[in-house]
């Protein structure tokens, strides 16, 4: 997954977006860039690894000059990290710079890609991304939103897209609209960011939602839009309101601290736990579901996890053992808040089932006499094609293993998930015109022909 992040019209562009990406780190670790236009239509890029705070010191942010700038954070899969798959990509062309940054996964990438190649053209990364760049060069159009236009035309999947060419910034969102986008207005010009979130960090105001299909070109004279990409079914990806954005955002016109809260509420209504004592949640994602837990069902909330801040997602150990220490790095338990009390523990969602099964051996170590785990979403049974980072079939314990099975392997007295149904029905705008393809295996688009060299190559 990604987040992008970009400004028009501001002194100092590529401080702000600077600024927008701290607002964006949840959306990717593995690396940050920001690419800055100048009055002059110079484009400089500067990509580094890691986070948005150890790459962009101040002589750096500096050697970026111009009011366009457009932002990326980047976390995709262990084999892919390399600062070649950095973004926001930048290439020269006859006509002179192309920056994009890209939140999403283009499913047909390969198929694309292998076309190109045959006509020569070459690639200095295995991002999908770049596959939109070669074709947004190949253009014979003249308007920049007719050039991006082309080289969208065919591409299948899911795309948030920032692109500068010349003096144009262009937003746009693919006709599913699976990735949030939002547009936002500042004193001087415009800024357009994954989420929300991000627009306050730089006190822009938010105007709206770049809609699915629609390219929004930010020029001198203002924002215009068009609606050229073909029209389809919305399949909003409702895992955004789970567990991925933050719950000080809106997106897709909603809050996700209400849909979470409401998450929550729905769950202690369908999975209840009368003898319960207490509620905490696995922090941070799933604090807002186990407030509405608690508020439902008139148990007490306590603080019975504290999560190391400290510990970004890049601690990474292989080995069964190393797995273990991962949770206890990450995750204490408050002996004082769980000794001798049966607790209901919260989480957003179960992938693997290792971390889940740590924190419940920790729990119980901790003296928690019963522990009844609550899910604020269903089983996911099925790896993502469109931009989050799930783990193939084989990996997913709830692809594999029954709901009693899943309580035993975790080791608690009961386990509650939400159904399908009763997620879709408690997430704002809902229940249709969502994606819930890795909880119920109906996928928008056909899968991808070669899933593994996708997740290597994904643009996010
Ligand atoms: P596991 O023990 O592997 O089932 O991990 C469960 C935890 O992973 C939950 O606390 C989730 O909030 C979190 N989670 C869910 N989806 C993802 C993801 N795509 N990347 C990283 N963590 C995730």
Redesign the pocket.
């Known amino acids: 997954m990604c987040g992008i992040f970009g400004v028009y019209g501001a002194p100092n562009a590529a401080a702000m977006v600077h600024l927008g990406l701290y607002s964006l780190q949840h959306r990717g670790q593995e690396s940050a860039g920001i690419v800055a236009v100048d009055e002059t239509g110079i484009a400089k890029a500067r990509r580094s690894m890691g986070l948005v705070s150890d790459g962009f010191e101040e002589e750096i942010l500096a050697e970026l000059p111009g009011s366009i700038a457009l932002g990326h954070t980047r976390y995709s899969t262990a084999g892919s990290s390399t600062i070649e798959n950095a973004q926001p990509v930048l290439a020269r062309f006859r006509d002179g710079h192309i920056a994009l940054a890209h939140n999403g996964n283009i499913i047909n990438a390969s198929e694309l890609r292998r076309e190109l190649e045959n006509n020569g053209s070459i690639f200095s990364s295995t991002m999908d991304s770049e596959v939109l760049v070669h074709r947004i060069a190949r253009s014979s159009s003249i308007a920049p939103e007719d050039r991006l236009a082309d080289a969208l035309d065919g591409v299948e999947g899911a795309y948030c897209l920032l692109v500068a060419v010349g003096n144009s910034l262009m937003a746009a969102r693919d006709p599913r609209g699976w990735r949030p986008l939002v547009l936002g207005a500042t004193d001087s010009g415009y800024v357009v960011a994954s989420e929300t979130c991000a627009l306050d960090i730089v006190g822009a105001k938010y105007v709206r939602e770049v809609e699915p299909g629609e390219i929004v070109v930010i020029e001198r004279d203002g924002v215009r839009s068009v609606k050229v990409l073909p029209q389809k079914e919305a399949r909003r990806c409702v895992f955004e309101y789970v567990?991925f954005s933050r719950p000080d955002s809106r997106i897709f016109g909603g809050s996700v601290d209400r849909a979470r809260r409401e998450l929550g509420r729905r769950l202690a209504r369908d999975c209840p736990a009368p003898n319960a004592d207490l509620v905490f949640s696995?922090p941070d994602?799933?604090n807002a579901a186990a407030l509405g837990y608690a508020d439902e069902s008139g148990l007490p909330l306590e603080l019975a996890l504290i999560r190391n801040h400290y510990v970004g997602?890049t601690f990474i150990q292989p080995s069964q053992a190393g797995r273990d220490a991962k949770v206890k790095v990450k995750y204490n338990a408050v002996h004082e808040v769980l000794d001798g009390k049966s607790v209901v523990m919260v989480?957003?969602?179960?992938?693997?089932?290792?971390?889940?099964?740590g924190l419940v051996a920790m729990v119980r170590a901790a003296g928690a006499r019963e522990v009844h785990m609550r899910v604020s979403s269903a089983p996911i049974t099925g790896p993502c094609y469109y931009g989050?980072?799930?783990p193939s079939r084989e990996d997913l314990?709830a692809a594999n293993l029954s709901v009693d099975e899943i309580a035993k392997h975790i080791g608690v007295d009961s386990l509650g998930y939400l159904s399908i149904d009763g997620m879709l029905e408690s997430v704002p705008g809902g229940p249709k015109g969502f994606c819930h393809a890795c909880f119920s295996g109906d996928y928008p688009t056909p899968p991808p022909t070669d899933p593994n060299k996708l997740r290597f190559g994904c643009g996010c």
């Open positions: 567990y696995v994602s799933a997602r989480d957003d969602s179960i992938v693997r089932g290792t971390t889940t099964r989050i980072d799930t314990i």
